[in-house]
């Protein structure tokens, strides 16, 4: 897989940190930090994961990192995939920072099988200068499957990031994505709640063994610009939820026929499922009021999808989720 050097890869990852910034909704956030100035070391994560199969189960075959991304060795604690390894990912800094520029690459090979999330939520800090980004590269190959499954975003109060994931699957290969997005520290300060300056996320998948674009969705949530709480956004909710399974047509279709939609008006949850363009997959949205009452529902379409997709069932949750 590693055909670029490390130091070839992570300098482009670095030009496309900065091309990144260049997006209009960051126009107003181009001051530099007093502390320390943006995209420097220490501020310039990069952090590459490759899996690859061996014999009778996957292995991690490379990893390359700059700080503050790490990464915690494969475990293969998942009984229902004993084959499978799970990476957790770290930052040293335990949250992001004004100027930071975080890379991270995950390539599953031919047949090979993933899950990556990380150790805890992750925390936007405070900010009165500039903005952070991360950039987001996900490469599945033939027969490949990977569960990106991170935990929450907490944007905190003044907080501006932006988020673009680039998606390259192969046609054989499968990918169940999530994203949680929490609204603040909502029980630390009166003006937590959806009180970031900007929220920017970006998701484009393309088909690896042509280049073909098969879908791109953007969101822009300027809580200043806009009621977050009107109808057709938020809706009086505070929790979003968002989950992209990319997979083979039947499986999708099938995924999709399975998957719940409703609005719980007990448990304050809206949710519910479509195909994405070209039947290339399923996309799924939860609105709640709590992080573990979306993230409940997103652990039943994922033990729909993981079942559909690669015949297995999820283990128990951990007690701490």
């Given at each position: 897989m590693t055909q670029?050097?490390?130091r070839t890869r992570a300098?482009?990852?670095r030009l496309a940190l900065a091309r990144l910034g260049q997006a209009p909704e960051l126009r107003d956030y181009q001051d530099e930090p007093a502390q320390m100035p943006s995209g420097i070391v220490g501020k310039n994560g990069y952090l590459r994961l490759e899996f690859a199969k061996r014999g009778d189960r996957s292995v991690l075959s490379f990893m390359d990192r700059r700080v503050p991304f790490l990464a915690q060795r494969p475990l293969y604690w998942d009984e229902a995939m004993p084959e499978m390894p799970c990476v957790f990912i770290i930052t040293t800094t335990g949250c992001l920072l004004q100027g930071d520029r975080m890379a991270l690459e995950i390539e599953v090979g031919k047949d090979a099988a993933a899950h990556v999330t990380t150790q805890s939520a992750t925390k936007v800090h405070m900010m009165n200068a500039n903005y952070a980004s991360q950039m987001q590269d996900i490469v599945v190959e033939e027969g490949?499957?990977?569960e990106y499954m991170p935990d929450p975003l907490i944007p905190h109060r003044t907080s501006r990031f932006l988020s673009h994931t680039r998606i390259s699957i192969a046609e054989r290969g499968s990918l169940l994505y999530?994203?949680?997005v929490l609204p603040g520290r909502k029980y630390h300060h009166k003006d937590e709640l959806f009180g970031f300056d900007l929220y920017s996320s970006t998701i484009e998948a393309t088909r690896r063994e042509n280049n073909v674009r098969l879908f791109v969705e953007k969101f822009i949530v300027d809580p200043r610009a806009t009621d977050l709480s009107r109808t057709g956004i938020m809706n009086g909710y505070e929790v979003f939820g968002?989950?992209?399974l990319l997979t083979e047509k039947e499986k999708a279709l099938q995924t999709l026929q399975a998957a719940d939609a409703a609005v719980d008006k007990e448990a304050r949850l809206a949710y519910g499922a479509s195909l994405l363009p070209g039947d290339c997959g399923?996309?799924?949205?939860?609105?709640?009021?709590?992080s573990e009452s979306v993230r409940g529902k997103i652990r039943e379409f994922w033990q729909i999808a993981r079942r559909i997709v690669a015949g297995r069932d999820l283990p128990q949750a951990f007690l701490w989720q």
């Open positions: 670029l050097s490390s300098e482009l990852a490949g499957y990977l999530s994203e949680v968002n989950v992209i399923v996309v799924f949205k939860v609105l709640g009021m709590t």
